[in-house]
């Protein structure tokens, strides 16, 4: 699909209104814009996968510069520990923004483009006395920064002189040092009762080569100091965050005003998504990977935006949802039923239908020919004639879903039961005539019945009411196929943050392998990644790792309605 053009220089009537866009309108009234324009940016770590919170913050930024005059959004890698990072992690990436619809066209950045600028903005805060090289080790520190409650204690190197601490940092840079060695430290004031502001460590040591700069650095800057100069050095307007940053702000406006950085930028929080039956969290997504609960950061379980796409999401359900659950400062949890139903809303439209049995039972017409094959005609889509027609070949043996068949069914079960007549999608009104069982279980492997010859199309030809329709597909055209079935990844709604807890919260129904599926012929070879809405059964999706044309997979996109709100009786 094309990306969203987000340079277009008026904002469309439907973008949305929040407080952040009320913030920059107010700034751009105000004449706060040195640039005339407002610049904003994505700077995700390259240490895993993006998830479906990332989604969030690409559509805020992106959309805002798409929304604004002359506005710009940049996608910047805070590659600022390489221990974590690797180049696959910003390749796919770029590969999640592009497919949502954003392209940031020549505005890639990474925080290692401002390396040798980073180290000069730390070497000023040495000399005019506001940061030090401070020798404690890293539970030295810790334990010195003290409590909410208790001010934190300097540390005895608090008052080294400048250019020592440079000579230090030099060397500190040059390798000299093993790791925890030494830490170079802002130094703010230890009393503060926002413990951000207790003298925070801006660069430690680190060996780990870099996956862009390889092993030119031996010191790396935390976070809250490479994001506020990188922003700075970017002449960013507007740096949109999470609602665990506003605790930083302070911080990331001491290194602006320390720095006497011009037109400095304006951090902005907001509230982070949480959905349920779901972790947001990158360092339990990358423990559910590690201890191989689910099979890689694709898994389509996995609230990665990678698994999402591989399970068939189509962007615009991500997108719409994003909208739809707005920009708000206070925390909450989103039900994971809301993105569903966006993802049926993008899916109905775009999705061509087909028949599919995943779980087959057959069915023997005894007054059709043996060798007759008769070519049904289909839509592909019922309010689409533009997606045209498929063939479905008929022929007297046929598979039906087990599901469709009781022997002493119900007053309201309105499929095959003995004696009783049922219209197959397409074709012909069938009466259920006898059971064939396995003479070892008595397990009922085969169902017969005759047909009304005069019932093609599954009409009745007397006017007779036959309330029970059922899907179907030839047995001796069918494809068989592997299906999988997704469900959440997790039971409770709330998942605990506990890493050792997670393995055993896992819904033990959130993967259901079937292997013996009959597919209906016009799904024989289709390409990975193709839509479809099994009649009756949900949306599915050729896997983009698994499928092969003679070996066909598919994945359950979701259901065609909430089953699981249903089974909760909501």
Known sequence: MSAVDFTSSKAPDSAPSNFIRQEIDADIAAGKLPQGAVITRFPPEPNGYLHIGHAKSICLNFGIARDYPNARCHLRFDDTNPSRERA??????????????????????????????????????IESGHAYVCSLSQEEIRSSRGTLTEAGRDSPWRDRPPE?????????????????????????????????????????????????????????PMYDFAQALSDAIE????????????????????????????????????SRLNLTHSVMSKRLLTHLVEQGHVSGWT?????????MRRRGFPPEALRDFCARIGMTKKDNIVELELLENCVREACEPIAPRAMAVLRPLRLVIENFPPDRREDLVAPNHPNDPSLGT??????REVFIERDD?????????????????????????????????????GEVVEIRGIHDPDSRGGNSPDGRKVRGTVHWVSARFGVPARVRLYDRLFHEAAPSPDPQALGGQINPASLEEIDDC????????????????????????????????????????????????RKRGR
């Open 88 to 125: 696959h992690f910003m390749e796919r990436i770029k590969e999640d923004v592009r497919w949502l619809g954003f392209d940031w066209g020549d505005r890639l950045r990474h925080a290692s483009d401002y390396f040798d600028d980073l180290y000069g903005y730390a070497k000023r805060l």
């Open 164 to 220: 020592q601490s440079l000579d230090l940092f030099r060397r500190m840079c040059a390798g000299e040092f093993e790791e925890g060695a030494h830490v170079l430290r802002a130094k703010i004031d230890m009393a503060s009762p926002n413990i951000n502001l207790r003298d925070p460590v801006i660069y430690r040591i680190m060996h780990a080569p870099h996956p862009l700069t390889g092993r030119k650095w031996s010191v790396y």
């Open 235 to 270: 002449r960013v307007t507007h740096s949109l965050c999470t609602l665990e940053f506003e605790d930083h702000r302070p911080l990331y406006d001491w290194f602006l005003r320390t720095l006497e950085i011009p037109s400095p930028p304006r951090q902005i929080e907001f």
């Open 299 to 307: 898994d389509p379980r996995m609230p990665t935006i990678a698994g």
């Open 390 to 395: 498929r063939e479905l070949p008929f022929t």
């Open 405 to 441: 068949f009781m022997e002493d069914p119900p007053a309201k079960f309105h499929r095959f039961a003995p004696g009783k007549e049922v219209r197959l999608r397409y074709a012909w009104l069938v009466t259920c005539t006898d059971v064939v069982r396995d003479p070892k279980t």
């Open 518 to 565: 009959i597919l209906e012929p016009s799904l024989a070879r289709v390409p990975p990644g193709a839509l479809f809405q099994f009649e009756r059964s949900g949306y599915f999706v050729a896997d983009s790792e698994d499928h092969a044309p003679d070996s066909p997979v598919f994945n359950r996109t979701v259901s065609l309605r909430d089953t699981w709100g």
